[in-house]
């Protein structure tokens, strides 16, 4: 994946560039773009992703049918949304079996440098 750079307005604005527009830095979502949501592993129809730049504390998102999950890295809290419950034990018990391949892409996406994918759920 290409390096994004970014383009210097004033020192206390900086824009970067996607699909032609500019965008302010942690626009990701609304920016559009598709290739700055890594997916980093898919099972059961759970989709888990990571955005680049994104907010601490460490964590990544999972989405099922429509519903989606901002789930802490280092304890497996959810930190905003909902999931039904059958599919939100299988993120945890997912992230629990990768704890620290999820740590090692969350320093990845900080530098930003694409993610490592992981394996699903058995």
């Not at 383009?7 to 990701?28: I, K």
């Not at 773009?33 to 099972?43: K, Q």
Request: a neutral charge; aromatic letters at 8%; one cysteine or more.
């Amino acid at each position: 994946m290409k390096r994004r750079q970014s383009v210097v307005l004033h020192q206390s604005t900086t824009l970067r560039p996607w699909q032609g527009r500019l965008c302010p830095p942690g626009a990701v979502r609304s920016c559009g773009d598709a290739l700055e949501v890594p997916t980093i592993s898919r099972f059961y129809g759970i989709v888990i992703r990571m955005y680049f730049a994104d907010h601490a504390p460490p964590h990544f998102h999972a989405v099922y049918a429509g519903e989606e999950v901002v789930v802490a890295i280092a304890t497996g809290e959810i930190l905003r949304g909902e999931m039904p419950d059958r599919a939100l034990r299988m993120v945890r018990e997912w992230a629990s079996i990768h704890r620290d391949e999820l740590a090692a892409n969350w320093d990845r996406i900080q530098i930003p440098e694409s993610p490592a994918p992981i394996a699903p759920l058995p």
